[in-house]
């Protein structure tokens, strides 16, 4: 096994696809001790992959070896698979009680993680975390749920380090809201990046080159994201600010209203949440 340095926890991923490296890309970008960080991975190729990418960063195919003396332990594999890989990884987490284990999987419960577990002289400490990709550029946004064993202490170290690639952290107080934040930021990326796609390609049919549709699309989202960040205006305040009576955004507003907007919107975000819910039984 590697050498660690320093007092930083040593982070070990389970699973290294893309939001395992929008987390540790994230921390190792924000100067987490590469020595302390590592990951396993099953697939030759995505493990190649990172390696290259994070060449002082431990890996392993064996999600064994990458657990044995890690402070966390990070889930992040596909919730069908979350099962076996905590079943497989049990005994040698029984020798490590200490650590603390976060799942990023959607959907999956903490009651369903800590029976795989199958801990007999002690409750492990979990949390279930649900970040978004934009981790990756320190620019993601996660919910929180914590179990009852797990200290004041974890809760900080844990804020701490997804908060050097999380720009919102909020803590839900019943685990069934991280299905909530599921359907609204964990998803969400996907459904500004869709939005972005189509308006991109609507400028493009208006007369504009791709570059510079692309360009005024990505712009405009990120300056009214800023905008409604840092505006003491509420959104519908906004909005209206853009819209001139009988102007050019009140056409495009009324096109959106008339195909039923907020309705698609809003079934969208349900649609992921429930989804969340329903892998839980899915995969049980
Ligand atoms: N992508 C996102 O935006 C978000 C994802 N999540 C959650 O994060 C988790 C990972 O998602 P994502 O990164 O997108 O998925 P990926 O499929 O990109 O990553 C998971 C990786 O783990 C590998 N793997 C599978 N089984 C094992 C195993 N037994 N041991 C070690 N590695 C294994 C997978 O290989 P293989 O491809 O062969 O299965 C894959 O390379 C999921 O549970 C998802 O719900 C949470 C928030 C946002
Ligand atoms: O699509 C998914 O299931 C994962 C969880 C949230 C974002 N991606």
């Not at 070990?12 to 590592?38: D, K, Q, T």
């Not at 889930?75 to 009680?97: E, I, W």
């Not at 419960?109 to 002289?121: F, H, Q, R, S, V």
């Amino acid at each position: 096994m590697v050498s660690t340095s320093n007092d930083a926890p040593v982070i070990a991923f389970i699973g290294a696809g893309n939001m395992a490296e929008a987390v540790l890309g994230g921390l190792y970008s924000n100067g987490h001790p590469e020595s302390n960080l590592r990951f396993s991975e099953l697939v030759d190729e995505r493990r190649n992959y990172m390696s290259e990418k994070y060449p002082n960063v431990f890996n392993s195919a064996s999600n064994d070896q990458v657990v044995q003396g890690a402070d966390i332990v990070i889930f992040a594999v596909k919730p069908q698979v979350l099962q076996t890989v905590v079943k497989g990884l049990a005994s040698t987490l029984h020798k490590n009680p200490s650590a603390l284990l976060i799942s990023i999987a959607a959907g999956i419960e903490t009651t369903d993680i800590l029976k795989w577990l199958g801990a007999k002289d002690y409750e492990p400490c979990l949390i279930r975390i649900m970040p978004n990709t934009p981790a990756l550029i320190g620019e993601g946004a996660t919910g929180l749920f914590a179990t009852s064993v797990v200290t004041p202490h974890q809760k900080e170290l844990t804020e701490r380090l997804f908060g050097s690639v999380c720009k919102v952290l909020s803590w839900v107080d019943s685990e069934s809201k991280i299905d909530a934040v599921t359907g609204v930021s964990g998803s969400g990326p996907a459904y500004f990046f869709l939005m972005m796609e189509a308006i991109a390609n609507a400028g493009v049919e208006a007369g504009l080159s791709l570059e510079d549709a692309k360009a005024l699309t990505l712009q405009t989202c990120l300056g009214a994201a800023r905008m409604a960040q840092e505006s003491e205006d509420d959104l519908t305040t906004l909005r209206k600010k853009v819209t001139s009576p009988n102007g050019t955004t009140e056409a495009a507003i009324k096109s959106m209203q008339g195909a039923n907007i907020e309705n698609i919107l809003r079934d969208a975000v349900i649609a992921a949440t429930n989804r969340s819910k329903e892998l839980a039984t899915q995969f049980r």
